[in-house]
């Protein structure tokens, strides 16, 4: 076990962490319409998009590991976490299985548009009947000829409202179960696409998520990911990498947060002496110094496996799972240490509401333990 970054990855870290301090805005307005094109361009130029997509693209064609190393500082050093959120969901649900399973000329078409920040993407799966039991999904993809026709509807879709492409998943033959599914980039605009209003929702409110209704909805057959009946194994792809990579996010802010809960438990004083004195803070400071270093081993585990070649998937359950309860659970007591200002709007309150979203998406904490469970032979 090695523990070392390379000085190239430390120098990576350094420039996203610098690069977010300087040059990206303020976090917006809490609010379904507070995503910002501008900062989600600057990132774009500033290589963040490309972190895994390969050379010829624009891309830093980096493996699993130094992705979620960049992922953990954004999450380290911009306060958005919805930002950080979008483009990750970007990233490794969208760019990521495009990569592996797309062919020449779907790569050609749409990977420098993803990676310079001019085209946003989305990956639509989850339907109203159909989130953690997704393998019984009743989007239906029906072959004509040259083109598909895709009926159903998809939602909590992240970057829906703002998407120039969409990545989605659909039923091509219910005989078939697993291999039944296949994967279909839809393009903003496409006969029978609709979007529909963002959601107003607890955390992460500066990523942008809507429903996509898909109605007779024409797709060329061209646009079809991988052969027909690839779905799944597209689908889990990008699931062990969002359940790694994304996750990172988290780590950096929950170092982040326990930072500025040191910082006030040494400045703020109570009966003579600062709070951080007392044993009843310290621990409560302890325990989230003991969940963040324990998660982001977990992570870190599990990103490494995704390098090494191999769709992990226990590795990435375990990680996800460490992460979000890790983040949750600090998120709580850096409110307990913080008292009334904790609750006020601001930093520590916000890192709360971002918190709670990642016990659920990408498959909740039951469906992670789930996996744990299957993988141990329960």
């Known amino acids: 076990m090695n523990f070392a970054w390379s000085e190239e990855q430390n120098e990576l870290k350094r420039t996203v962490v610098e690069f977010c301090r300087s040059k990206l805005p303020p976090v917006p307005d809490a609010g379904p319409e507070a995503f910002s094109r501008e900062a989600w361009t600057l990132c774009a130029r500033h290589g963040v998009l490309g972190i895994a997509a390969p050379a010829r693209f624009g891309g830093l064609d980096k493996d699993a590991l130094t992705s979620a190393l960049v992922t953990e500082a954004l999450g380290y050093a911009c306060a958005d976490l919805g930002l950080v959120f979008a483009m990750a969901a970007h990233?490794?649900?969208?760019?990521?299985?495009?990569?592996?399973?797309?062919?020449?000329?779907?790569?050609?078409?749409?990977?420098?548009?993803?990676?310079?920040?001019?085209?946003?993407?989305?990956?639509?799966?989850?339907?109203?009947?159909?989130?953690?039991?997704?393998?019984?999904?009743?989007?239906?993809?029906?072959?004509?000829?040259?083109?598909?026709?895709?009926?159903?509807?998809?939602c909590f879709t992240s970057n829906a409202p703002v998407a120039d492409v969409f990545i989605v998943q659909a039923v091509t033959d219910p005989s078939k179960g697993y291999f039944g599914l296949s994967?279909?980039?839809?393009?903003?605009?496409?006969?029978?696409?609709?979007?529909?209003?963002?959601?107003?929702?607890?955390?992460?409110?500066?990523?942008?998520?809507?429903?996509?209704?898909?109605?007779?909805?024409?797709?060329?057959?061209?646009?079809?990911?991988?052969?027909?009946?690839?779905?799944?194994?597209?689908?889990?792809?990008?699931?062990?990498?969002?359940?790694?990579?994304?996750?990172?996010?988290?780590?950096?802010a929950m170092e982040r947060v326990l930072e500025?809960?040191?910082?006030?438990?040494?400045?703020?004083?109570?009966?003579?002496?600062?709070?951080?004195?007392?044993?009843?803070?310290?621990?409560?400071?302890?325990?989230?110094?003991?969940?963040?270093?324990?998660?982001?081993?977990?992570?870190?585990?599990?990103?490494?496996?995704?390098?090494?070649?191999?769709?992990?998937?226990?590795s990435a359950s375990l990680a996800k799972l460490a992460v979000s309860e890790a983040a949750v659970a600090s998120a709580l007591d850096a409110i307990q240490v913080h008292g009334a200002i904790g609750t006020t709007s601001g930093e520590i309150e916000r890192f709360l509401r971002d918190s709670i979203p990642a016990r659920v998406f990408s498959g909740t904490s039951e469906i992670q333990r789930n996996t744990i469970a299957r993988a141990l032979g329960l």
Request: one cysteine or more; aromatic letters at 8%; hydrophobic letters at 40%.
């Open 91 to 154: 990233v490794y649900a969208c760019i990521v299985p495009l990569v592996k399973f797309g062919s020449e000329a779907q790569r050609d078409r749409w990977l420098t548009k993803l990676v310079s920040g001019d085209a946003i993407a989305a990956h639509a799966t989850t339907e109203p009947n159909a989130g953690s039991d997704i393998f019984h999904m009743t989007t239906r993809a029906e072959r004509r000829g040259d083109h598909y026709a895709l009926t159903g509807i998809k």
């Open 183 to 252: 994967s279909f980039v839809v393009e903003k605009g496409a006969t029978g696409l609709r979007v529909g209003k963002p959601y107003d929702k607890l955390g992460l409110r500066s990523a942008p998520m809507a429903d996509v209704y898909l109605d007779e909805c024409v797709v060329p057959a061209t646009h079809r990911i991988g052969s027909e009946g690839a779905g799944a194994s597209v689908f889990l792809h990008s699931m062990t990498w969002e359940r790694t990579c994304l996750l990172a996010a988290y780590v950096g």
């Open 260 to 314: 500025r809960t040191i910082g006030y438990a040494k400045e703020r004083t109570q009966f003579g002496q600062p709070i951080g004195k007392f044993q009843g803070v310290s621990h409560r400071i302890a325990d989230m110094k003991l969940r963040l270093e324990s998660a982001r081993l977990l992570m870190y585990r599990a990103a490494w496996s995704i390098a090494e070649g191999t769709d992990d998937e226990l």
